[in-house]
């Protein structure tokens, strides 16, 4: 595993062993599964990715016509799920209308404790949002022109 930097992104290159014609066709028919199984709606929160780009990707889908957005997290994703959903509440982005937790056992072996919270819109969203795009274009357009 080796990792690249360009700028402020970091790109992670992996070598992977040689996949047969076969294993491509059953990996493909999973994923096909997958993608179908996963409302469009959901934000699952994990350990890769940053409070601020799940905070994000609920505010696109809401701002894209979605009606509720559920954040579910599985262990220890649960505590950056809270603090994603808290942060959007006091952006003033959404308000929470549902929180359900469940215990369970993957595949067997382990405990597996979840939580999913199902946000709304808040009154001033739409509003907010596009402050917050106006912003970000600004510190965008600040940046490259300091670059030239």
Do not use: W
Not at 113 to 131: G, M
């Amino acid at each position: 595993v080796s990792t690249q930097s360009t700028g402020s992104l970091y790109f992670i290159e992996q070598t992977l062993p040689t996949i047969t014609m076969a294993d491509k066709k059953v990996v493909e028919k999973k994923n096909e599964v997958k993608a179908d199984d996963r409302p469009k709606n959901n934000v699952r929160v994990g350990s890769r990715g940053t409070k601020f780009l799940y905070a994000d990707l609920v505010k696109h889908l809401l701002h894209d016509g979605e009606k509720e957005v559920v954040i579910s997290a599985m262990n220890f994703g649960i505590s950056d799920a809270v603090a994603v959903t808290e942060m959007l509440k006091s952006q003033g982005c959404v308000q929470v209308s549902k929180v359900s937790t469940s215990r369970g056992t993957d595949g067997g072996r382990a405990t597996a404790d979840k939580i999913e919270i199902v946000v709304v819109k808040a009154a001033n969203f739409d509003k907010v949002y596009a402050d917050q795009q106006r912003e970000r274009a600004e510190k965008k357009a600040e940046i490259e022109k300091a670059k030239k």
